[in-house]
């Protein structure tokens, strides 16, 4: 019953997500493009682009920090009975801007070079567009929070200390996969180690 209430909770930000989303694209009408003036790489180049409600990529960055809200909740909150719905605000905030600022691009057309994900010259092209480096980032603030929500979760039900987790969500945060990896060693580690114990016990 209770993986059923998560799971409703979890469909309930979702549809206001969207809904989010929807208002965002019908109440917008600063959700423009300006068009690229000189040559790719000038600094008339970089000076234009995405505009979402009248504010460019840059100034929209601040919005990243949603995030934060997040990694607070996980590291110092880790036992709140309402931590889950908490820890996805920051991702569902991050994720409703990388959709209107990664449509906008992909709908105006506003790339220095075609997208090519087959090659790393072709991700390295992409991202020199500082819209898609803003999508890119929001892309990494929408999923590492929910990879350390994972981390404590799983942590309360094998019973890992908290207090050995934070480091883990400290570099999940700053490197997700490196903070990934700690946290499934520290398991294994305290896993081990229980099992271990109750084999001398025996």
């Known amino acids: 019953s209770s993986r059923l209430t998560a799971m409703r909770r979890c469909s309930l930000w979702a549809y206001r997500a969207c809904a989010a989303l929807f ?14 003036s000189g040559t790719p790489g000038s600094s008339s ?3 234009s682009g995405v505009k979402l409600l009248g504010f460019s990529s840059e100034q929209l960055f601040p919005v990243t920090n949603a995030s934060l809200i997040s990694w607070v909740c996980l590291i ?18 991050n994720a409703i801007f990388y959709t209107l600022i990664a449509g906008a691009v992909l709908i105006s057309g506003n790339q220095d070079a075609k997208i090519n994900f087959s ?4 991700i390295r092209a992409m991202f020199a567009n500082s819209d898609a480096c803003f999508a890119g980032w929001l892309h990494y603030c929408v999923f590492d929070p929910l990879v350390g929500l994972g981390e404590v979760l799983d942590s309360r039900q094998v019973k890992v200390p908290h207090l050995l987790v934070v480091p883990c969500l400290f570099m999940t945060m700053l ?16 896993l081990w180690s229980k099992d271990d114990g109750d084999y001398m016990a025996q």
Do not use: H, N, Q
């Open 119 to 122: 090659c790393l010259e072709g």
């Open 175 to 190: 490197v997700g996969p490196i903070g990934f990896l700690m946290y499934l060693t520290l398991r294994f580690i305290v």
């Open 76 to 93: 110092f909150f880790p036992s709140w009975r309402k931590l889950p719905s908490a820890v996805l605000l920051g991702p569902v905030i």
């Open 45 to 47: 180049s970089k000076s």
């Open 23 to 36: 208002v965002l694209f019908a109440l917008s009408p600063d959700l423009t493009f300006t068009p690229r």
